[in-house]
């Protein structure tokens, strides 16, 4: 098996780093403060959750919900996932308990056909039933003998819902469930930020705040090295630490690289076989390319290779950057930025503006 993860968390072997990040969340959710977890995208927080998962899940007097929202578009898609969620704890006497108590409120209970497992699919008796539904759901956890943590991975998206109010109704009845943490994740800094940090908003300081950074050089050099030689690779530091100055350590574009180099099923990896991977990276991101070049405008177009072959701007509306690369006026600039933050395609962070996309930039700084 490649050991170099690209999907799912598989276990703490391929799992690199991240213990004082997984202690801090796990002392936190246990000693009863919620946890808001912030990343860029593919950072790792949801394997950061997992693999606190995996830890707490040793434990007797615990038990662990996760809930990813991330396609959930109201209330009553909500209260599903969570439902769901419950009957994916295997223990006995939980699950008893939560079949019983889902019945009540008429499920329609299916098969998964690829799983095995029970689902529950909540239909609400008419539109609307989602909070009532919720409440109940609560009620159940609350009176339940044992801690539990519940982790809702894309928090932002709650926002989304067409049901006016659904963030203080949600805060409303959190608060009062003593026996329940949680760990809201999400990766949208204006909202997550604005969401708990706005005095006027229902989750105003409900938790304390966890950025998640890339991975320390050093750490993951070791891991990768580690994770090489344990599956009879031979790599040296110095080649290891070329990649992972090539993918910024960025967590998802390094797991991929040294995904793609391990793939290469070859036994001392050398240079040539990187820049071979490296190569076929680009013909990936050409394919990309032409496609951003079809759907955005060419002022979008100009500024995004512009960041890239920059390796990131601080002032973007500078004279000298606008000229240099031929961007017209500020303020085609400015909107232009609006554009490609809302699509996801950059983002600003420490003082700078940035692609998302390292193999996509890379290819630009090539070309
Ligand atoms: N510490 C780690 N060590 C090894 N692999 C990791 C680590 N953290 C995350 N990964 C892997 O990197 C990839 C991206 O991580 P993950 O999906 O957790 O990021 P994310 O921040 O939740 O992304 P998104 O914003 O898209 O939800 C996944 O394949 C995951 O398994
Ligand atoms: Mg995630």
């Known amino acids: ?12 072997e391929f799992f690199c780093d991240r213990e004082k990040e997984t202690g801090i969340i796990i002392n936190s959710v246990t000693n009863g403060v919620n946890i808001i977890l912030y990343s860029l995208r593919r950072m790792g927080k949801t394997g950061l959750i997992k693999n606190v998962f995996h830890e707490l899940s040793a434990r007797n007097n615990v038990e662990l919900i996760y809930i990813d929202i991330y396609r959930t578009k109201n209330v009553d898609d909500f209260v ?6 419950m009957l994916r704890i295997n223990k006995k006497v939980w699950y008893k308990r939560v079949l019983e108590f ?8 299916t098969v998964n056909p690829i799983t095995g ?6 239909r609400a008796i008419s539109e609307g039933q989602g909070p009532q539904n919720l409440d109940a759901i609560f009620q159940f ?3 339940y003998p044992a801690k539990i943590i519940i982790a809702i991975d894309e928090f932002q998206q709650i926002t989304e819902y067409p049901e006016p109010g659904f963030e203080a109704f949600l805060r409303s009845k959190i608060q009062f469930l003593n026996n ?3 760990i809201y994740s999400g990766s949208n800094r204006r909202i997550i930020t604005s969401m708990f940090q706005d005095y006027n908003r229902p989750f105003y300081q409900s938790g304390s705040t966890l950025y998640l950074d890339k991975i320390q050089e050093d750490a993951y050099a070791a891991f990768v090295k580690k994770l090489m030689e344990r599956t009879n690779r031979i790599i040296t530091e110095e080649l290891v630490v070329k990649g992972l100055q090539w993918t910024e350590s960025y967590t998802w574009f390094t797991q991929n690289y040294f995904n793609r180099i391990w793939g290469k099923g070859v036994k001392t990896i050398t240079e040539n076989l990187m820049r071979e991977v490296e190569q076929e990276i680009f013909t990936e991101k050409e394919r990309d390319f032409i496609e951003w070049r079809n759907l955005l405008p060419e002022n979008q177009m100009s500024l995004l290779t512009a960041i890239a072959k920059e390796n990131g701007v601080q002032k973007p509306t500078a004279k000298d950057f606008l000229t240099s690369h031929r961007l017209g006026s500020s303020s085609t600039v400015n909107s232009a930025l609006k554009v490609l933050q809302q699509k996801e395609i950059i983002y600003f962070e420490q003082n700078a503006w940035q692609l ?12």
């Open 102 to 109: 889902l019945k009540k409120f008429r499920p329609v209970l």
């Open 141 to 143: 956890i609350e009176q």
């Open 180 to 182: 329940v943490n949680f």
């Open 356 to 367: 998302y996309d390292v193999y996509m930039k890379r290819f630009l700084q090539a070309t």
């Open 117 to 122: 497992q029970l689902e529950a699919e909540i």
């Open 1 to 12: 098996m490649n050991p170099f993860v690209i999907s799912a968390y598989k276990a703490p």
């Open 80 to 85: 599903n996932e969570l439902a769901n969620a």
